[in-house]
T-cell receptor, first 112, second 114 residues
Framework: GEQVEQRPPHLSVREGDSAVITCTYTDPNSYYFFWYKQEPGASLQLLMKVFSSTEINEGQGFTVLLNKKDKRLSLNLTAAHPGDSAAYFCAVSAPGGYKVVFGSGTRLLVSP | EAAVTQSPRNKVTVTGGNVTLSCRQTNSHNYMYWYRQDTGHGLRLIHYSYGAGNLQIGDVPDGYKATRTTQEDFFLLLELASPSQTSLYFC?????????????FGEGTRLSVL
């Protein structure tokens, strides 16, 4: 079945720096891709969704890139601030049943 | 407002105990999921369902049963709880297609098995 590897498990940056989190997946037929943010003690909140093609989606201070050829998904925080400190998870929706598989997460710490 | 509600929020039981975790969604979603979250493992899928009466096995199903009684309600059952099942459990729902594909999560249930 689908396997998702997320790197790095921990990331520490200074305010204003960029931060990049990457996920690789195994099933070339995977169709939907998501990024979630989890603040300490809280549930998971959807950050961004990307569908089925090489594309760049931009949100509030971050960019998501999907490369289906390499089976790679990345989240790039362009100018991190302390409020971005949280755990981030990628998720991949496998075909044939809407099973959603998550990466193991990245704990991001942004210091002033 | 669309929501996923889990109960209880915290539960302590003993080894061998019987535990039921409940989840209700008001999103009119077809898909519902149970995940467990453990440090170093992210979220691991236990069971999921695409409608009342349906059950699909996830990646870590051993020791867990699940039932989907209605479109809204999905239950996770631990009939002989073990300390290895101490974890944070999340329920989620999704519409299953297009813009409704992203799972929406409940607030979680923290379970301790002593």
């Amino acid at each position: 079945g689908e396997q998702v590897e997320q790197r790095p498990p921990h990331l520490s940056v200074r305010e204003g720096d960029s931060a990049v989190i990457t996920c690789t997946y195994t099933d070339p037929n995977s169709y939907y891709f998501f990024w979630y943010k989890q603040e300490p003690g809280a549930s998971l909140q959807l950050l961004m969704k990307v569908f089925s093609s090489t594309e760049i989606n931009e949100g509030q201070g971050f960019t998501v890139l999907l490369n289906k050829k390499d089976k790679r998904l990345s989240l790039n925080l362009t100018a991190a601030h302390p409020g971005d400190s949280a755990a981030y998870f990628c998720a991949v929706s496998a075909p044939g049943g809407y099973k959603v598989v998550f990466g193991s997460g990245t704990r991001l710490l942004v210091s002033p | 407002e669309a929501a996923v509600t889990q109960s209880p929020r915290n539960k302590v039981t003993v080894t061998g105990g019987n535990v039921t975790l409940s989840c209700r969604q008001t999103n009119s979603h077809n898909y519902m999921y149970w995940y467990r979250q453990d440090t170093g493992h992210g979220l691991r899928l236990i069971h999921y369902s695409y409608g009342a009466g349906n059950l699909q096995i996830g990646d870590v199903p051993d020791g867990y049963k699940a039932t989907r009684t209605t479109q809204e309600d999905f239950f996770l059952l631990l009939e002989l709880a073990s300390p290895s099942q101490t974890s944070l459990y999340f329920c989620a729902s999704s519409g299953g297609q297009g813009n409704n594909q992203a799972p929406l999560f409940g607030e979680g249930t923290r379970l301790s098995v002593l």
